[in-house]
């Protein structure tokens, strides 16, 4: 634990490895400085696309190979999200085990001389990592992923609701399932079964490090079933913990990376502000799928309901030549310093926006897509700040004008934004993991070990 703020880390080097999208890493950014501060000395091992980010905000950087927005810019990839999964999904998935068979191979050589390594649920062969060097693994996980017999695995049921009925019943809605305690464990198959899709690499790395077989699989355990410290790295105002949950699963709060960028809104920016009353930010984050269909729908959109907006271009590709006059496209701004600009904001439901969004105490309206980001979505509609979430499959130009109107003229979706970001801003995610870390780093290695000869990768 720290003292009154000293340094306690002693320069002990903490391994960070992750791989996604943007949102997957700023977090880590974020808790490698603050680790920096309490005088630890963390690498974070990544993808070749966010070497500079990392670099930028002075963190060592390690390549784990890869470039994740050529893969998701790939046209498979666009075919599988917008056409048809069964028949794109298993090249994906081929080029996926790839990459993380390269990851593995990579982030072997990054934690040689760590004294921890934390990292994300999409890069678990550091668990096999920690093993072989005897090492503690810290998993971070942005949704609730441990089992529970409160609720439901997170994709299991959670489809926003119908847009039909949002369009023509602006009354309440149903929260979010809650199913017998029977049926929100056995929903935690479908993670078992995603699950093993990482265990394919997991399983040649061990071997190539000379380690046993896996006596039990999974993100949460070490192989011979002691659990692993895990770091919830969202806020439990939004999403609170299970009371069945092990002590080791703990909720820190966001990790917030400040802007150390000095961004303030160009020239043209500033003057589009100037002409009218603030805007409506949309952008659908680092998904560059469906760009030309999106585009399409944000245009048809944006002028039937006549108001002003932002447009963020992100990955996104939105393309500027279906805009109304009414609407400003700007390439590249920090979304804490942006937001403080726009009057609500709309966006794809991933878990780093849906926070900055609630930290920035705006209204918002979630168009999810995948993986986490339907959970985001529906429980942004649960705490009062805005609309029900449609998934971008469902979205019509026409939803989304409604949407648009509903969150310039709902007062109550601002007051109750606002109320939460002052809860918000009492949190200190990163500190309380830098604790957490701390305390595991003095709790000691891997017991047992479970290997035989320590290998070497090939």
């Not at 810290?138 to 609701?161: A, S």
């Amino acid at each position: 634990m720290r003292a009154g703020g000293t340094l306690t880390g002693m320069g002990k080097r903490i391994a960070i490895a992750t791989i996604g999208t943007l949102g997957d890493v700023q977090p880590f950014v974020a808790l490698a400085l603050a680790l920096k501060k309490r005088g630890y000395s963390p690498v974070i091992g990544t993808t070749n696309d966010f070497r500079q980010f990392v670099v930028d905000h002075g963190i060592e950087y390690f390549s784990l190979g890869g470039d994740v927005q050529a893969f998701l810019r790939q046209s498979q990839f666009d075919s599988a999200m917008t056409k048809s999964v069964l028949l794109h999904a298993p090249g994906l998935l081929r080029d996926g085990q790839r990459v993380l068979k390269e990851a593995a191979k990579r982030a072997w050589e990054m934690a040689q001389d760590a004294d921890a390594i934390i990292f994300q649920n999409n890069t678990t062969f550091c668990i096999d990592i920690a093993e072989a060097l005897d090492i503690p693994a810290l998993i971070t996980v942005f949704q609730p992923l441990n089992p529970t017999d409160e609720f439901p695995y997170f994709e299991y049921g959670l489809d926003p609701i119908d847009p039909l009925l949002f369009r023509f019943n602006r009354q309440p809605f149903a929260k979010s399932p809650s199913f017998d305690p029977v049926i929100n464990k056995l929903s935690y198959a479908v993670q078992r079964m995603q699950q093993s899709y990482w265990d394919l690499p997991r399983d040649r790395l061990r071997r190539s490090l000379g380690l046993k077989p896996k006596k039990k699989g999974g993100f949460n355990t070490y192989s011979h079933g002691k659990p692993l410290v895990a770091l919830h790295a969202y806020s439990a105002l939004i999403s609170p913990a299970a009371g069945d949950w092990p002590d080791t699963n703990i909720i820190t709060g966001f990790w917030r990376l400040d802007d150390t960028s000095g961004w303030t809104p160009p020239p043209d920016f500033q003057e589009f502000l100037s002409k009218g009353t603030a805007p409506i930010y949309i952008g659908f984050g680092s998904m560059s799928f469906g760009a030309q269909r999106n585009s399409e729908i944000i245009g048809k959109a944006l002028s039937a309901w006549g108001g002003r907006a932002v447009i963020g271009k992100g990955w996104g590709g939105v393309k500027p030549e279906h805009l109304p006059d009414t609407v400003f496209m700007i390439d590249r701004a920090p979304h804490s310093r942006l937001f403080e600009h726009v009057q609500s904001v709309v966006h794809h439901g991933g878990a780093g926006t849906t926070h900055t969004g609630l930290y920035a105490g705006k209204p918002s309206f979630a168009v999810p897509q995948f993986f986490d980001q339907p959970y985001w979505g529906r429980l942004l509609y649960e705490l009062g700040v805005g609309p029900p979430p449609v998934r971008l499959r469902k979205l019509t130009s026409q939803l989304l004008a409604d949407a648009l109107e509903d969150l310039a003229t709902t007062p109550a979706y601002e007051v109750a934004a606002r109320a939460l970001s002052e809860k918000l801003k009492l949190e200190d995610g990163t500190n309380l993991a830098v604790d957490i870390i701390e305390e595991t780093i003095a709790d000691g290695g891997v017991t047992p070990r479970d290997h035989q000869d320590l290998g070497a990768m090939p």
